[in-house]
């Protein structure tokens, strides 16, 4: 055996084989005052999101609307975290967190927001073990911006966090592989992937991390073997290209002739990932989240996946006109932006693979940065838009290596060049590379803030919004849904238009002028709004739901049938269930009514209207006891959730159940 192990050490001493891991990592007394200045900037960038307000863009789907999260971190809700879904998604971990901040901060959205932030801070500071220069571009990038002043994003920088968290227990796994460390890593990664199911690329990362910076295996004569950290590090070329010296310190196993140990030792990780992608794809499915190729033909994915890569690319470059929203073009783009995109897209693959030897950083960021964006780049199309900022938070970070280690390369290089080797002396070229890193910082960090401001209320958001983009249907909609929201209902009817007239599919915006219609006493135009709605989308319950009350009085029979409908469509869950109810309440069939809302208040106990609903029918019913008991607990929760206008209703509707008991008792 020892023999063969001499052999392959030579011929990787031939055939280049990266540079691994006798560079100690930045320890010297310099990187934890380094790392204090980073948190520090990073607070204090973004430290104004702790005054922005929740946003009409899935805030009130994880908070302001959630019952759940209302009343807090108790058993009941973190067991329903485990056994439901929010906005088409199964995140637990990320419910629970959301929870917690409830119990903590009540409905003041500071609380929420300053938790984002530290997440955010702290994962930045796990990300210092590469370059530190890595970690505050992660920290400071505009195009973070979203996932830290958003509280929606929560499961962004949560699963951010377990995300550096598993890459940590990796690196010390590679040190000296055990079961006992590789438990740590499993771990890291399913919490990771309990906060968000993004986190299933993490395996194939950590096979491109073996590659380059930790060395465990090498391209030899054009296939793959695995080799000792030692060996690697014999003759490595890290000495002589100071650009190419690997952050980390290993102590490997002894040399394998194949790369299947390496997979093999992962093939938990993997099984872990698709387990976890399979249970997003049917949560998607059973929210009717998912596009059809119908509707989004696999062509057309194609063209804007290879779109997005470039915008992103862009993006991360010049971070210009950042949106929360970027709708989806129904015509696709052009073919020759397509053939661009696709032709740049191969060069840099081409050139990053040809340099794989020499500067492995290259591949191993070039690969991180495309295999990351794979479930998020559109070839399973969730929602409408075409590509969103918040989607290159850990694909950014590839680039970003790319840069850290390139550049100083590029600098080392340009002073073997005879007439400016001067110029570039080794002296000159550190203060060269301090100079680059601190502007590029500094200019990250003041765009981030001004871009965090955009966040603070809904009319700062999307009025910017529809400043840097085009016919954007979905800014118009949530704009115009918190003008209405806030009593100027004629001011969102324009901007519901706008939506409606820029994209006629837009069936959320249809369903909003209907609702807008009818409180104009506008019926016949609300209905049909309505059935536009429907024929875009057949499956949206909202538009059954709101038909169905607007026949209610007349057509009866027609109403009930949209009502069932949207009970089909969204079967067991309870705002269905308490709107159907009050159908059957409106038609004097209370039993049924009853049983309703009996099933909505064991699917959502902490729902304080279905509550209150079960009471009242339950005092027209002449249960007076139970109804009793229902309205105090729809009570006890409006006020724990701070419903004002809600508890007022309750409190007047148990005085009335409390004077007929009483005028019964009389009788």
Known sequence: MEPQVKKLSNQMTTHHSPPTTHHPPPTS??????????????????????QNRFVYLDDNLYV??????????????????????????????????????????????AGYHLTNLFLHAASACLLFWPRAWVAALFALHPLHVGSVAWVAERKDVLSGLFWMLTLLAYVRYAEAPSWPRFAWVFVALALGLLAKPMLVTLPFVLLLLDYWPLGRFVLVSGEWSVVSGVEASGKSNGENSPGCASPLTTHHPPATTTVWPLLREKLPLFALAVLFSAIALLAQHREH??????????????????????FYLGKLFWPA??????????????????????????????????????????????????????????????????????????????IFMMLAWGVPQV????????????????????????????????????????????WQNDVRLWEHTLQVTKRNDVAHNNLGTYLANTGKLDEGMKHFAQAA???????QAQVNLAKGFWLQGRRSEAVQRLRAALEVNPVNAEAHVQLGQMYLQDQPEQAMAHFQEALRLHPGEAGMLSTFAQA?????????????????????????????????????????????????????????ASQEQLRTRIQEQIEACRRQQSSMGEG
């Not at 998604?89 to 967190?97: A, R």
Request: charged share 15%.
């Open 411 to 454: 600098l080392a290089s340009l002073e073997a060049v005879g007439r400016i080797r001067n110029l570039f002396s080794t002296r000159v070229r550190g203060r060269v590379l301090i100079f680059l890193g601190v502007a590029t910082v500094a200019a990250c960090a003041i765009v981030a803030h001004i871009q965090a401001g955009y």
């Open 29 to 50: 007394h310099y990187a934890p005052l380094i790392g204090l200045l980073l948190v520090l900037l990073t607070l204090c960038v973004y430290y104004p999101v702790r």
């Open 321 to 398: 006109g950042l949106a929360p929203f970027y709708p989806y073009d129904p015509t696709g783009p052009s073919l020759w932006a397509v053939a661009g995109a696709v032709g740049l897209l191969l060069g840099i693959t081409t050139l990053s693979w040809r340099e794989r030897h020499r500067r492995p950083y290259l591949a191993v960021g070039w690969l991180w940065y495309m295999g990351t964006l794979v479930p998020v780049v559109g070839l399973v199309q969730v929602g409408n838009q075409a590509w969103a900022d918040r989607y290159t938070y850990i694909p950014s970070i590839g």
């Open 289 to 310: 989240a998912l596009r059809t190729f119908a509707e989004r033909p696999f062509s057309l994915r194609l063209e804007n996946a290879a779109m997005a890569y470039v």
């Open 501 to 507: 007239t820029i994209n006629p599919g837009n069936d």
């Open 64 to 109: 302001t609307a959630n019952p759940d999260v209302q009343v807090g971190l108790k058993l009941g809700t973190a067991v329903r975290a485990f056994t439901t879904t929010t906005a088409g998604n199964w995140h637990p971990l990320t419910m629970l967190s959301l929870e917690l901040d409830s119990t903590l901060f009540g409905q003041n959205p």
């Open 584 to 640: 059957l309440t409106a038609r004097g069939r209370f039993e049924e009514a009853a049983a309703c809302l009996a099933e909505a208040v064991e699917l959502s106990p902490n729902w304080p209207s279905s509550h209150y609903q079960l009471g009242s029918v339950l005092c027209r019913l002449g249960r007076r006891e139970e109804a009793l008991a229902s309205l105090q607990k729809a009570l006890d929760l409006a006020v724990a």
